[in-house]
């Protein structure tokens, strides 16, 4: 089966999106997944290939009821197991500069205090505290180099709290999964 192709406007030129083929069936669990464990997997990946699949579909392809399948996600959102949501494409949106920034806090800056600071900021999508050399990790979409420039400046360097800053543009992405899949162990 051939992916389906779909085409993305993107600052005056069209990048075309190879989209997986859609799953046949959930690939197979792990095995030491519990029955109820291994229903909710099932479920769960149907919903990462399509995230607004009809219940009766994933009822069909799991072999339960349409029910069964309502509440298992009910259950599931409920208690922040999944979130179906949408997938943005920056670059659709002209934030073409994909961003990595590590941070070496001061002795006295407080970890958790410039983590959610930079959280909030609109350009940010990834924030990790590391050991190692750098504390924080930031990862960030930047219409160009100005703006990269400009969230640098404004939010990084001279700063109390941020002793060094290593600023890089991420040249190639060879594999950004927003979709989380548990390894087999």
């Known amino acids: 089966m051939k992916p389906k192709k779909s085409t993305v406007a993107t600052a005056g030129r069209a990048r075309v999106l190879a989209d997986?083929?859609?799953?046949?069936?959930?690939?197979?669990?792990?095995?030491?997944?519990?029955?109820?464990?291994?229903?909710?997997?099932?479920?769960?990946?149907?919903?990462?290939?399509?995230?607004?699949?009809?219940?009766?579909?994933?009822?069909?392809?799991?072999?339960?009821?349409?029910?069964?399948?309502?509440?298992?996600?009910?259950?599931?959102?409920?208690?922040?197991?999944?979130?179906?949501?949408?997938?943005?494409?920056?670059?659709?949106?002209?934030?073409?500069?994909?961003?990595?920034?590590?941070?070496?806090?001061?002795?006295?800056?407080?970890?958790?205090?410039?983590?959610?600071?930079?959280?909030?900021?609109a350009e940010v999508y990834y924030v990790v505290h590391l050991s190692g050399r750098w504390q924080l990790g930031i990862a960030s979409y930047h219409r160009d180099r100005e703006h990269f420039r400009e969230f640098l400046t404004e939010h990084c360097y001279g700063r109390a709290e941020i002793a060094a800053v290593e600023a890089n543009v991420n040249l190639k992405v060879y594999k950004m999964k927003l979709r989380w899949q548990a390894v087999p162990f």
Request: glycine content about 4%; charged content about 25%.
């Open 20 to 121: 997986a083929p859609p799953l046949a069936a959930p690939p197979a669990p792990p095995e030491h997944l519990s029955e109820d464990l291994e229903l909710n997997w099932k479920i769960i990946s149907l919903l990462q290939e399509d995230g607004r699949m009809a219940f009766s579909t994933i009822a069909d392809k799991v072999g339960v009821s349409e029910g069964t399948v309502r509440n298992r996600v009910k259950q599931l959102r409920d208690d922040n197991v999944m979130a179906v949501a949408a997938t943005v494409i920056p670059e659709a949106f002209g934030y073409a500069w994909n961003s990595t920034t590590f941070l070496q806090l001061s002795g006295e800056a407080d970890v958790d205090a410039v983590a959610h600071r930079f959280a909030e900021l």
